[in-house]
């Protein structure tokens, strides 16, 4: 399986496959470099060059966006029904752009479209990392501090907990967000548990790989 991956950081990036790895329980080929958008809304911006380009000039499987919720309102599982779509939620957002860039490509390299991987952190990557280390982090404890007014930290205080500082340098962002997700290497059902925005990135994770090329047309391009 050939997985492309579109983040906001190169640390972002380096974590992100070793998740991406651990849902699949196997390390699939990268597209190196992978894509960088900066922040939100760029990620929505280029999503669709990005989706167009790895569909007609590679044999890309599965396009990972994952970017942080910030203060945007949090995917539920009511937004899953069908035809249900939040404007200020960037779960349903990231999807809309998937399926409206997607609708109408022909297919190429053998298979129908590059099939979607999304994640949203909530609020932002760093909670992920504290997932299993620290309790008090998780997507609940978020929305329900969120309603109640009062969230239960910041992303700055996540930050600070991450890395010991609320501005690290790219090395040592990296250096911690490796260590963070190596607790997850093997399993991640806990960070799944704790987090409804990646338990939906690893589900369409598990849905691509179960089907690693979606039909094409015949004589629509050669074997995948
Ligand atoms: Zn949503």
Redesign the pocket.
């Known amino acids: 399986m050939k997985v492309a991956l579109l983040s906001e950081s190169p640390a972002d990036e380096t974590a992100l496959r070793v998740l991406v790895g651990a849902v699949l329980r196997a390390t699939p080929r990268f597209v190196a470099p992978g894509f960088r958008a900066r922040g939100w809304p760029n990620v929505a911006q280029l999503m669709p060059a990005v989706i167009r380009h790895l569909h007609f000039n590679t044999d890309t499987d599965v396009l990972v966006v994952v970017v942080d919720a910030d203060d945007s309102?949090v995917?539920?599982a009511e937004?899953d029904r069908p035809g249900y779509?939040?404007p200020h939620?960037?779960?349903?957002q990231l999807r809309a752009v998937h399926r409206q860039t997607t609708k109408k490509l022909p297919a190429a390299h053998g298979r129908a479209r590059v099939v979607r991987a999304i994640g949203v952190a909530v609020p932002a990557i760093e909670a992920w990392y504290l997932c299993g280390r620290d309790p008090t982090v998780n997507e609940a404890a978020w929305v329900a501090g969120r309603e109640g007014g009062r969230p239960p930290y910041s992303r700055a205080e996540l930050k600070l907990r991450v890395y010991g500082t609320d501005r690290p340098s790219l090395p040592h962002e990296i250096t911690c967000a490796l260590q963070e997700v190596e607790r997850h290497r093997h399993d991640t059902r806990r960070l799944e548990h704790d987090f409804r925005g990646f338990a939906a990135l690893a589900s369409d994770l598990r849905a691509a790989r179960a089907e690693p090329a979606e039909s094409a047309p015949p004589g629509s391009g050669q074997p995948g």
Do not use: A, E, S
């Open positions: 309102v995917h539920l937004h779509f939040h939620c960037r779960m349903c």
